[in-house]
Antibody
Framework: EVQLQQSGPELRRPGSSVKLSCKAS????????MHWVKHRPEHGLEWIGW????????KYAQKFQSKATLTADTSSNTAYMQLSSLTSEDTATYFC?????????WGQGTLVTVSS | DVVLTQTPSTLSATIGQSVSISCRSS???????????LYWYLQRPGQSPQLLIY???NLGSGVPNRFSGSGSGTDFTLKISGVEAEDLGVYYC????????FGGGTKLELK
């Protein structure tokens, strides 16, 4: 059974950074791209980008080019997303997701709260 | 970037009513190989999104057949034939022909 287990909620000060994790089980992360998606109820879902864990290639939505950095550790079957220079606009739930051609698997989401 | 415009933004329905959601793309989603990567997701409150429809009109695993998808090029539609209580939530279209983009969402609520 495919599962994506994300790390717990985070509280950060403005200007700081945070690194989220997404551990996959039931498959090898090198087999599929790993996507990250931002969710704020008033803004809906926003695609941040993907990483190909097999070779580290990444692609970002233009809006998140300087905000997010995607990495992966194949030895632990885990993907990571670092968010930098945090502002209140980064307060959201972040999902990792394996978005395949005919199926999709999502993590449970990690709530990041940015507050002074 | 491709922009997906969903209408309406909010949909009020009674149980058993049939409803439709529109998703229009700023660019054609037909790729050079003849594939159209248009998907529909449902996000219930407090949950992760769930895949309903893939490749325009194919039902996701375990999805009830009251859901159906249609369309081509830049215009797509999700139809629910007989809304049930468990269908309430926010519906998103997503394209995967040009990277990925989500539509703005359509909230389905009870009238």
């Amino acid at each position: 059974e495919v599962q994506l287990q994300q790390s717990g909620p985070e509280l950060r000060r403005p200007g700081s950074s945070v690194k989220l994790s997404c551990k996959a089980s039931g498959y090898s992360i090198t087999d599929y791209l790993m996507h990250w998606v931002k969710h704020r109820p008033e803004h809906g879902l926003e695609w941040i980008g993907w990483i190909d864990p097999e070779d580290g290639e990444t692609k970002y939505a233009q809006k998140f080019q300087s905000k997010a950095t995607l990495t992966a550790d194949t030895s632990s079957n885990t993907a990571y997303m670092q968010l930098s220079s945090l502002t209140s606009e980064d307060t959201a739930t972040y999902f990792c997701a394996s978005l395949r051609t005919t199926s999709a698997y999502w993590g449970q989401g990690t709530l990041v709260t940015v507050s002074s | 970037d491709v922009v997906l415009t969903q209408t309406p933004s909010t949909l009020s329905a009674t149980i058993g009513q049939s409803v439709s959601i529109s998703c229009r793309s700023s660019q054609s989603l037909l790729d050079s190989a003849g594939n159209t990567y248009l998907y529909w997701y449902l996000q219930r409150p407090g949950q992760s999104p769930q895949l309903l429809i893939y490749l325009v009109s194919n039902l996701g695993s375990g999805v009830p057949n009251r859901f159906s998808g249609s369309g081509s090029g830049t215009d797509f539609t999700l139809k629910i034939s007989g809304v049930e209580a468990e269908d309430l939530g926010v519906y998103y279209c997503m394209q995967a022909t040009h990277a990925r983009t989500f539509g703005g969402g359509t909230k389905l609520e009870l009238k």
